[in-house]
């Protein structure tokens, strides 16, 4: 499998600000990249970057190869699937009238819209019923699983996230991101997740990318992050989750 | 009672229609503007301040000045466009008052526009970008469904100042249900004012209520609703217009009438006998006295009756008084070599202004003319109407005899009167030709130094009428046919506040009485 996103020192400032001081990143396609760091470290606009919600400085941002810079963004933004903590669903529309956007902007007709919505809903583990309703009517976890439903929609290879996850309580939390990683592995797709939780980016990624100040600190599978890396910024928040859950598991109880 | 009912009725029609069709073209223009304005404005924070600066710089504007503005500011766009394309158009009656209407309707749309879109979650329209829409589609799709509640909120308050405003478009001649307003504001018929409140007062709610409707249900995204409130405002819209159908022919003759009684009661006069000769007539009535002449020399208005002084002194520019005759030839010689007008002749009265007493005070005070009236005047109350003390006129007579009153108030002609018989004035500025002076019995002082002009009522004719056989042959023996006594009669029996006459009613009289010369 090739390159499914390609960073070449790209750069975004903000006045005097760097958001980004020049990152080069190369993400595979089939991969699961979870995008860490504190608030201010520039992984969200990393993010942005790459369906050209942000437009970089300086730099190239490559998909499947490709340098999308002098095209319409809508273009680039049809082919990738985009989540974020506060959905977004339009509450003028039914969750399947939300859910089938992005196919009706690409001009597909009702009949085939309609079978995907239905095969999507089953996919994100939510009944059929919830087709005709608002999305006012949706508990939180409910509606991210619409969120997601639309960014899958129109079969995208890549899907973006942005803290998806972040506003839910922790039991639909945990369900929530297990079954998506589960779609993750059954869709194959490159899924790109911005999380300022370690052991949530742990729990689901192959591959952590950790930020601070717009620059890479590190960036490599959760186990071996742990065991090579000396950057004590670094070894301070892998460790913090695993102190955590050695706590719970002694206060809880259990078996060794 | 019932026959002002009557009348009123019989004149709704006409006027709501008329009422109808301006309001409803000020709102779609306004509309066509304001919103996408509006949606400009919320994108970008260059554009709003001013945008939104000017609508509500308009709207600190009166509504009546907006209207009479855009008098002037058309017959000069007329004079440059006869210059240029050699065609003008008519700077009176639907055009100023639906380009003053339109500007007036359009702050609350606006605002609401650029609030509504302005206003619309940050992160839907992230999403709408996020899930590939172009920025068109993230207008149309997105961005106006969810503003179209608040903006739907904005038309309906825009709608309804915009036929309350509509009232005032009578003064520039356009016929309104204001028509009923200030035709009876100046009769004191209180049948017709109230009628005339309550008709647009009406026609505000309905249109409100409707609009309401379609709100209701943008809001609540219920078809249904949009689909009813729309089909009733289009079809309450058309209901309403179809009188013009049969009225929308236009009129062979436009004859025009100033905003006092003895005014209405002469175009009543002309009107009749133009009708009885077989043709169409149209009345403008309520023209200011500048407005009126302007609208005769354009040929907006065929024939309308005016006063010598009033010519002399305003149109002319005049400020020396040569005598009766002087003034009239002059006028007749000048103002058809001006402006191509035709001074047909004099009715045969004068209505001056006259400088009015009580009779017990003027005694009292020993004031029998405007030379002892200078001595008392810084003790007395001066009532005017609401022209005189910026009319020439009244330059020359405070000049000649040196007037300083203690206080100047400006009222309402009708109301004038009344403050004189109320102590709240001491001296009016009257018209010789008024019945209250009689019927008051004031005292009327005379001019010994002979500061104002006279004012012999003549019947003007528009240039392009000039030598229209059927008009002139049917207004002509009015020259010198009615006497003094006669259109005091007339106006006293619509001036009253008793067994009030229509001034269609009065005209008759006046027809009957006719001198044969």
Known sequence: MGAMVQLDRVEKRYGAHAALAGVSLTLEAGEFVALVGGSGSGKTTLLKTINRLLLPDTGVVRVEGRDYATAPPHQLRRRIGYVFQEVGLFPHLTVAENVAVTPKLLGWDAGRRAARVDELLDLVALPREVAQRSPDALSGGQRQRVGVARALAAEPKLMLMDEPFGALDPLTRDQLGSDYRALHERLGLTTVLVTHDMAEAVLLADRIVVLQAGRILADGA???????????????????PKRQAERLHARLGGPA | MNGAFDAALALLPEYLAWHVVLSASALLLGAAISLPLGVAAARSARLRWPVLAFASLIQTIPSLALLALFFPILLAASALSVATFGRGFSALGFLPSLLALTLYSMLPMLRNAAAGVGGVDPAIREAADGVGMTPRQRLFQVELPLAAPIIMAGVRTAAVWTIGAATLSTPVGQTSLGNYIFAGLQ????????????????????????????????RRRRRVLVTAGAAGLLLGALLAVTPLASFGRPAAYTVGAKNFSEQYILAELM????????????????????????????????????????????????TDNPGRQAVLDGLTAELKRRDGVLVLGSLGFENAYAFAMRGDRARALGVASLEDLARQAPNLTFGSDLEFLSRPEWKAVEAAYGLRFARQRSFQPTFMYRALSGGDADVISAFSSDGRIAADRLVVLTDPKGAIPPYDAVILVSPKRANDRRLLSALQPLVGAIPVEAMREANYTVDRDQQKLTPATAAQAVERSLRTP
Do not use: H, M
């Open chain 1, 222 to 240: 959760p186990a071996a992050l742990l065991a090579s890396s000396t950057d004590p910024d670094v070894r301070g928040l892998l460790e913090a």
């Open chain 2, 271 to 318: 009107a009749a006998r133009l009708e009885r000769a077989g043709a169409e007539v149209r009345r403008k009535e309520d023209l200011g006295s500048a407005v009126a002449y302007r609208a005769l020399a354009a040929g907006e208005i065929d024939a309308y009756v005016d006063y010598s002084g009033t010519l002399w002194t305003n149109v002319l520019k005049r």
């Open chain 2, 187 to 218: 009769t004191e018929n209180w049948i017709f004012v109230l009628f005339g409140c309550a008709a647009s007062a009406g026609l505000a709610l309905a249109a409100d209520q409707l609009l309401g409707l379609v709100e209701a249900g943008v």
